[in-house]
T-cell receptor, first 115, second 115 residues
Framework: GAVVSQHPSRVICKSGTSVKIECRSL??????MFWYRQFPKKSLMLMAT?????????EQGVEKDKFLINHASLTLSTLTVTSAHPEDSSFYIC???????????FGSGTRLTVV | AQKVTQAQTEISVVEKEDVTLDCVYE???????LFWYKQPPSGELVFLIR??????QNEISGRYSWNFQKSTSSFNFTITASQVVDSAVYFC????????????FGKGTHLIIQP
């Protein structure tokens, strides 16, 4: 079946630094990638949608300069949290939409802690 | 955007009991997909089912069953003979628009199965 690999699974960084999260589709081409954020005991909130080779579309209220999304190939999308602050601490999870009827395939998530 | 209501914030049952998780949605689309996902404590999202709005037949997969009532816009999920491993947060989610749009998750129902 379709698999999406997300790394790292956990990361702790210092306030002011940047963190990159990778999401790879291993056995299918992900034409569209979605990035979600989840606060503790809360639902998942869609942050942005990216299509390969295009600029990402951000949801209302999501700072595009804070959360940089790159979708340079059909198998890789990255989310970079720039100048991270403690309030950026959260669970981030990607989802890939691919051709061939796979539908939505989710990565395993990244728990980011900014100290 | 679609709207999803999962009115049950938390449900606690004793192992082997049957439990039903409710999901009510709003949509202006005539055709759409509905999803259920499971999120265990480890955080990853586990795909449970995708249902096309054309198909109103109930579906059963092992101990899991889904009751789709288009007339009442409900897509309820039942676990029979619950097990401790079923303990997780369960999310109902329709697509935001249709096709390869991001998902709008409900607030989720935290299911606790007590031994």
């Amino acid at each position: 079946g379709a698999v999406v690999s997300q790394h790292p699974s956990r990361v702790i960084c210092k306030s002011g630094t940047s963190v990159k999260i990778e999401c790879r589709s291993l056995d299918f081409q992900a034409t569209t990638m979605f990035w979600y954020r989840q606060f503790p005991k809360k639902s998942l909130m869609l942050m942005a949608t990216s299509n390969e080779g295009s600029k990402a579309t951000y949801e209302q209220g999501v700072e595009k300069d804070k959360f940089l999304i790159n979708h340079a190939s059909l198998t890789l999308s990255t989310l970079t949290v720039t100048s991270a602050h403690p309030e950026d601490s959260s669970f981030y999870i990607c989802s890939a939409w691919g051709d061939g009827g796979y539908g939505y395939t989710f990565g395993s998530g990244t728990r980011l802690t900014v100290v | 955007a679609q709207k999803v209501t999962q009115a049950q914030t938390e449900i606690s049952v004793v192992e082997k009991e049957d439990v039903t998780l409710d999901c009510v949605y709003e949509t202006r689309d005539t055709t759409y997909y509905l999803f259920w996902y499971k999120q265990p404590p480890s955080g990853e999202l586990v795909f449970l089912i995708r249902r096309n709005s054309f198909d109103e037949q109930n579906e059963i997969s092992g101990r899991y069953s889904w009751n789709f009532q288009k007339s009442t816009s409900s897509f309820n999920f039942t676990i029979t003979a619950s097990q401790v491993v079923d303990s997780a947060v369960y999310f109902c989610a329709p697509p935001q628009g249709g096709g390869a749009d991001g998902l709008t998750f409900g607030k989720g129902t935290h299911l606790i199965i007590q031994p």
